[in-house]
């Protein structure tokens, strides 16, 4: 199933989509097609980002970002990829971080490996 939405809050498993509840028992994966201002969510499966991003924070899933990040993106477990550049900051507490265009920010893993 797909929702679509301008504001979208992801708390203790709870979906919440322009002011409305979303009711699933499914993996939660999350999909923006185009640039992204802020996201934070505390779990989900993936989040996959289809234009830049500014601000961006999980506690649990994988992020890949197609574009660049301007500011930050902050997970406390899963792995990060950034197809673009990256200006801001980057940190997770575990797991492997790539970055495939340049770097000019800080990147930090307290468990995994950077790649540039």
Request: proline letters at 0%; a negative charge.
């Amino acid at each position: 199933m797909s929702y679509n939405g301008n504001n979208i809050t992801i708390t203790n498993g709870e979906i919440i989509i322009d002011g409305k509840k979303i009711t699933t028992d499914k993996i939660i994966n999350i999909q923006v097609e185009g640039n992204l201002n802020e996201l934070k969510v505390d779990m989900c499966e993936k989040v996959t980002i289809n234009g830049e991003v500014n601000n961006l924070s999980t506690m649990s899933g994988d992020v890949e970002v197609k574009g660049d990040i301007e500011k930050y993106i902050k997970t406390q477990s899963g792995d990060v990829t950034i197809n673009g550049g990256v200006i801001g900051d980057i940190g997770t507490m575990s797991g492997d971080v790539t970055v495939k265009g340049e770097l000019h920010g800080n990147v930090k893993t307290m468990s995994g490996d950077i790649n540039n």
